[in-house]
């Protein structure tokens, strides 16, 4: 189950929220491509015996840059590496790219799932997060995504700041379970450091979150989307039947993965890689092939903690023996005794050696992670 | 009297915390060539880690140095002496070896607390003084106002007081001419039995125990048999010597000199400072005068976080008490802790020093639980004890009578601030003895308080309503009646008796308020409500609730997201393994100490 993410680090308007990298100038655009298109050669052999199972265009907005951009870097991809013939190929799209035709040439050339950053259907929510589009353009890119052959789509939302109350929040969830969409992303805002979000809730100009709503919102997503045929995976992620993202998948199951572009991340062989963020750098050392990314070897620790955090995220359960296969006798205990307290606690429950979280423990997440590390 | 004798000068120097002590006795050890400059660390008499960061001189030390002074080789013994009230009573051991003292006073700081009272101290056993304005290099000198309560002080003339600083080595030279020719040399008799004073020790895990003493009659010599007048043991004097920069191996040392002995000691308790050293074969009638048992004013439990770590930190307590006597220890328990120690300190300074030095040097994880001076009770059933610790605090009606220790607390601060600082002493239940202008803006402000009322949140308060223009120092006086209560701390219902304090009836309300505030401030969001409770005998007086945790997850998890969040998460993790686990609360070490850092 090997993929390939690839960064397209450019949006036409910067969300007041987002810490993701990306620039509002397009004028490095070919640069930066063209660097992709090397460092994908660069990166071959790491998944050189590998069937390639998904690729992934995130951003930034992938949608935003002229398409033939798009093309060239999957042909580049064709030409380097082997694919699955059933392989999931995801573009990310913002709303006000969305037309007919884009949507054809896409699918044209071998893109079959579209993620498209919906966030909220309505003005002042959009207008809270800065977003390039209105409610209204996202009424029209569902009507044209599930008009077109595109078979398989994610639409994003998020929940949990100051202008959208319990009932808008259902509202939203309505407009979208309309739609012909199979899976949906649902994040709770997050207050990221050094962004504008924050910046501006500091001085006063936006409305700050309030402490209980995320968990209030969480839990009506939750029922709201449960009771109409999607099936809870993963804590910000839902889908119907048969269309879980293979991509996520892929992350969270500690599968190998290459990263391309400006501040992607690669994992590959328990090795983890992370790019320069910055455009002008990025291409600059690819140019001189020089070093253009730090790295990281995880540990026995390291890969058991991930494995903890990843698999309390994702609701097919924590697997108890293979947790057991990767401790220490002494480790064993001291798990176990967590394992019991919260269990007292009401968080989890275990099942046939496997644990899962309960609506409450999903909450806390990762408090209860990090309880379970190694450290 | 042999001529060496004349040739001996024993000094000291006083001064009051950062006027310059440990700088000027290094321009003196360049000086007289005891040391090169590039051997001279800065300060170099101060050689504990600790003491170099906090810049206090912790445990006494002596060196010694030669000078050529018009054709005759000077032996000039300089004793070091700790500058913190904690360690009063080795502070005037050290004095009691010496002739003379150099008393330093920071030109821009004026007279301060400290160097008032080691003053006293020193005039109290005769020593000559030389004045020495110090820091005069700095623009913010007031050498005139300085000098003028220098005059005030001592009732000497203005030509006496040397200027110097230590920085740029000015006035060096003056002060060892007044050294050589001011200060008396050692009297005794070289030919009398021997009585040498122990004015401190030191560890040395190799060769154990070394005293340092000052021959006061007689003399001593290698392999003699010597013994310790007040516990009455003896030993073999394996090594005798001087203190240079290293220790100075000699066969003899004479009347009026300074040395150190090592005779196979591994126990400080043995070696106490104040106590003679006297010949076996040859002893003296009866001991130098002034000797004290030191006690321990000030008592906290210490335990182990991790109860596993008992046994290492017994040993790491006894290590440590094989350098520092003043420390004590026995074994307690605690519901809430487990096994521990109560420990009993010379003051708070001391307390926080050996709470670092577990952590650093032993890399031991404690929790240290509020600390509570030392009271008597007399019980109704005519049974008197002492209480070191609030759970050993008796039912109120069996109580006839409680009394607690009490000080003479000095505090030097501008005219400006005698209100806030009359104030401050009076809430903490200080009356006020005496008041006098030491210039015409600067007083000193005498009180007699409760030991207890300095051990909570006194410094910090001093410093803060006198914005730093005050200094402080005290001595033990007595013990008084008082009327005593102990505030009971209850988490989820349950007492945690570590939590528990002993506090005058007067603050109990208002402190036990804010205990319960602080402690909410300090543990951290658990999986559930955790109601916190003060209470006195039955009766809850405060009570606080820490929320649950409702959500602690992450939104989005990309692939960097994953590393950064599992680092986050580890860094969490680490803190939690530092916490106690009482029932089923989490409470961090410092939640142990709430009590000290209340807020207003
Ligand atoms: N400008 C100046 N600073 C000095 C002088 N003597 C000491 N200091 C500084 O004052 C501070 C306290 O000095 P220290 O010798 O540790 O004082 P002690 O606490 O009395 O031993 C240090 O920062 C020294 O560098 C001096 O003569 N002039
Ligand atoms: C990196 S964005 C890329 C997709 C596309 N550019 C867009 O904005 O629709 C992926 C999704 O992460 C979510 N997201 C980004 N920052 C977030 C934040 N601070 N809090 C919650 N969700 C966030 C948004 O739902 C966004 O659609
Ligand atoms: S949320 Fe999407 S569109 Fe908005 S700034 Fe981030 S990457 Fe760009
Ligand atoms: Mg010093």
């Known amino acids: 189950m090997s993929g390939i993410y690839v960064h397209i680090p450019f949006c036409s308007k910067a969300c007041h929220y987002c810490d993701f990298h990306f620039s509002t100038s397009l004028n490095l655009v070919e640069g930066v491509i063209s660097c992709i298109q090397i460092e994908l050669k660069k990166k071959k052999h790491l998944l050189s015996n590998k069937t390639i199972k998904s690729i992934y265009f995130g951003g930034g907005t992938p949608s935003a840059i002229h398409h033939d951009f798009i093309f060239d870097i999957l042909n580049t991809i064709k030409e380097n590496f082997n694919l699955s013939k059933n392989i999931e190929c995801t573009i990310e799209m913002n709303p006000d790219n969305v037309s007919p035709e884009l949507i054809r040439k896409y699918y044209d050339n071998g893109i079959n799932r579209v993620s498209l950053g919906v966030q909220s259907f309505r003005d002042c929510d959009l207008l809270y997060m800065n977003r390039s589009h209105d409610g209204?353009?996202?009424?029209?890119?569902?009507?044209?995504?599930?008009?077109?052959?595109?078979?398989?789509?994610?639409?994003?939302?998020?929940?949990?700041?100051?202008?959208?109350?319990?009932?808008?929040?259902?509202?939203?969830?309505?407009?979208?379970?309309?739609?012909?969409?199979?899976?949906?992303?649902?994040?709770?805002?997050?207050?990221?450091?050094?962004?504008?979000?924050?910046?501006?809730?500091?001085?006063?100009?936006?409305?700050?979150?309030?402490?209980?709503?995320?968990?209030?919102?969480?839990?009506?997503?939750?029922?709201?989307?449960?009771?109409?045929?999607?099936?809870?995976?993963?804590?910000?992620?839902?889908?119907?039947?048969?269309?879980?993202?293979?991509h996520n998948q892929n992350y969270w199951n500690h599968s190998n993965y290459i990263g391309v572009g400006p501040s992607a991340h690669s994992f590959v062989d328990n090795l983890r890689q992370w790019n320069i963020n910055n455009n002008k750098k990025y291409c600059d050392q690819i140019h001189a092939s020089k070093k253009f990314y730090q790295k990281e070897k995880l540990n026995r620790k390291n890969i058991f903690n991930e494995y903890i955090f990843m698999n309390l995220r994702s609701f097919k359960g924590l697997d108890i023996s293979h947790c057991y296969k990767q401790l220490k006798p002494n480790e064993i205990k001291d798990f176990n005794n967590e394992i019991k307290k919260l269990e007292n606690l009401n968080v989890l429950r275990k099942k046939n050696n496997l644990i899962y979280l309960n609506e409450k423990g999903m909450l806390i997440s990762d408090n209860i992670s990090s309880r379970l590390f190694l450290v | 009297m042999s001529y060496s004798q004349k040739n001996i000068r024993n000094f000291c120097i006083i001064a009051h915390i950062d006027h310059g002590k440990s700088t000027l006795a290094d321009r003196l050890l360049e000086y007289t060539k005891t040391i090169s400059e590039r051997e001279l660390q800065n300060q170099l008499l101060d050689d504990m880690d600790l003491e170099r960061e906090r810049g206090i001189t912790i445990k006494s030390h002596a060196i010694q140095m030669n000078h050529s002074f018009m054709g005759t080789t000077y032996t000039l013994n300089l004793i070091d002496t700790p500058g913190h009230v904690d360690f009063s009573y080795e502070v005037s051991r050290s004095i009691a070896a010496c002739e003379g003292a150099l008393l330093i006073v920071d030109a821009a700081q004026g007279i301060e607390a400290q160097t008032i009272s080691n003053l006293y101290l020193a005039l109290?056993?005769?020593?000559?003084?030389?004045?020495?304005?110090?820091?005069?290099?700095?623009?913010?000198?007031?050498?005139?106002?300085?000098?003028?309560?220098?005059?005030?002080?001592?009732?000497?003339?203005?030509?006496?007081?040397?200027?110097?600083?230590?920085?740029?080595?000015?006035?060096?030279?003056?002060?060892?001419?007044?050294?050589?020719?001011?200060?008396?040399?050692?009297?005794?008799?070289?030919?009398?039995?021997?009585?040498?004073?122990?004015?401190?020790?030191?560890?040395?895990?190799?060769?154990?125990?070394?005293?340092y003493f000052k021959i006061v009659s007689g003399s001593i010599k290698k392999n003699d048999k010597v013994k310790f007048f007040s516990t009455g043991r003896e030993y073999h004097a394996d090594e005798i010597g001087t203190l240079r920069l290293e220790k100075e191996p000699k066969e003899i040392i004479n009347t009026g000199d300074v040395g150190y002995i090592i005779s196979g000691i591994k126990n400080a308790q043995e070696v106490k400072v104040g106590d003679t050293i006297t010949s076996c074969e040859n002893s003296c009638k009866s001991p130098i005068s002034g000797f004290e048992e030191v006690k321990p004013m000030v008592f906290s439990g210490i335990y182990p976080v991790d109860s596993d770590d008992y046994e290492e930190l017994r040993s790491s307590l006894e290590k440590l008490q094989l350098n520092d006597a003043s420390l004590t220890f026995e074994p307690e328990s605690s519901i809430a802790l487990g096994f521990g120690f109560r420990c009993g300190f010379l003051g708070m300074l001391h307390m926080e020093i050996i709470q670092e030095r577990l952590e650093r040097e032993f890399n031991m994880s404690v929790i240290n639980t509020v600390p509570n001076v030392s009271y008597y009770a007399s019980l109704k059933n005519k049974e008197n004890i002492q209480i070191n610790n609030p759970s050993d605090f008796p039912s109120v009606d069996q109580i006839e009578k409680v009394t607690e220790p009490y000080i003479k607390a000095q505090i030097i601060t501008k005219s400006d601030f005698i209100g806030q600082v009359m104030n401050l002493c009076i809430e903490k239940r200080g009356v006020l003895t005496s008041q006098v202008y030491l210039t015409t803006n600067r007083v000193e402000l005498s009180f007699e308080m409760p030991l207890a009322e300095i051990v909570f949140d006194f410094y910090d308060k001093l410093k803060s309503i006198s914005k730093g223009y005050a200094s402080f120092d005290y001595q033990a006086d007595g013990y008084k009646s008082t009327s005593l209560v102990k505030l009971d701390i209850m988490l989820n219902g349950d007492q945690v008796?570590?939590?528990?304090?002993?506090?005058?009836?007067?603050?109990?309300?208002?402190?036990?308020?804010?205990?319960?505030i602080k402690l909410k401030e300090l543990i951290p969001k658990q999986q559930f409500d955790v109601a916190i409770q003060g209470a006195i005998g039955s009766k809850i007086i405060a009570r606080e609730t820490v929320k649950a945790v409702r959500k602690d997850v992450t939104a989005k998890c990309y692939g960097g997201d994953i590393t950064r969040k599992r680092k986050l998460l580890e860094k969490q993790k680490k803190g939690k393994k530092k916490m106690k686990q009482i029932g089923s609360v989490e409470i961090p070490q410092n939640a142990f100490l709430a009590v000290l850092k209340l807020n207003d």
């Open chain 1, 136 to 246: 209204k353009q996202a009424i029209e890119s569902l009507e044209i995504l599930s008009k077109s052959r595109i078979n398989n789509l994610n639409v994003d939302l998020i929940y949990g700041y100051p202008t959208l109350d319990d009932k808008s929040w259902i509202e939203n969830l309505k407009i979208l379970t309309g739609f012909n969409v199979h899976h949906i992303s649902c994040y709770c805002m997050t207050i990221e450091k050094k962004t504008a979000l924050e910046f501006l809730i500091k001085k006063k100009k936006l409305r700050p979150l309030e402490p209980d709503t995320g968990a209030r919102q969480f839990k009506i997503a939750r029922d709201f989307l449960t009771r109409n045929k999607f099936t809870h995976y993963e804590i910000s992620n839902y889908s119907i039947k048969n269309f879980k993202s293979v």
């Open chain 2, 497 to 516: 008796d570590a939590l528990s304090s002993l506090l005058h009836k007067k603050h109990a309300f208002t402190i036990g308020k804010k205990i319960c």
């Open chain 2, 124 to 211: 109290e056993n005769d020593l000559k003084i030389i004045p020495v304005m110090n820091k005069i290099d700095l623009d913010s000198a007031d050498i005139e106002s300085t000098k003028d309560q220098i005059i005030d002080l001592l009732g000497c003339d203005g030509s006496e007081i040397i200027g110097a600083s230590g920085k740029t080595g000015q006035g060096i030279e003056q002060i060892i001419d007044a050294i050589i020719n001011k200060i008396p040399y050692p009297s005794g008799d070289s030919r009398g039995h021997l009585q040498a004073l122990i004015f401190d020790s030191v560890y040395n895990p190799f060769r154990g125990i070394e005293a």
